[in-house]
């Protein structure tokens, strides 16, 4: 792993501080070429808001190390939430959210429907499946707020992507 991956690689992201953008999955490429760098990452969804902050913050750690950094995006293959690692996953429900489970396979046009999304959501509090969808979107888009049942807590999901 050269040193200016691993700069990248500790950058965190903005709406998820408890991940790096490499546990998140975004950080796809570090290419370097004596101080030159340049950084490929992926969007989580097309317009995510957080990307800018992502490219600055990758600028300025990078610039801190001495190099000449561009952050370049790239909007192919889509990102999944399954390129989360299991360090971020376990990330998310130490801080209370519940991670995605496996995004779901498709090939074609993607239907529009417009009812919330079936998911079997473990609390991240105390573990239970007895979860309700309070609403489809929370803080972010990426997000879905559900309550437990069983200790009454509110909590985050990260949806599948």
Do not use: N
């Amino acid at each position: 792993m050269s040193t200016a991956y691993a700069i990248a690689a500790e950058v965190t992201d903005p709406e998820l501080p408890m991940l790096t953008l490499e546990d998140l999955g975004v950080l796809r490429d570090v290419r370097e070429s004596g101080k030159e760098v340049v950084v490929t990452i992926t969007p989580t969804y097309s317009g995510c808001p957080a990307m800018a902050t992502m490219r600055d913050d990758l600028v300025h750690r990078l610039t801190d190390a001495g190099y000449d950094a561009r952050v370049e995006i790239a909007l192919s293959p889509a990102w999944s939430s399954d390129w989360i690692t299991e360090r971020g996953r376990r990330a998310l429900r130490e801080h209370g959210l519940s991670a995605p489970g496996p995004a779901p396979s498709r090939s074609g046009p993607i239907p529009l429907t417009l009812l919330p999304t079936a998911r079997v959501v473990a609390c991240p509090r105390c573990g239970s499946k007895k979860t309700r969808l309070s609403s489809e979107f929370g803080a972010t888009a990426c997000k879905a707020l559900y309550r437990c049942a069983e200790c009454l807590e509110p909590f985050e999901h990260v949806k599948e992507i």
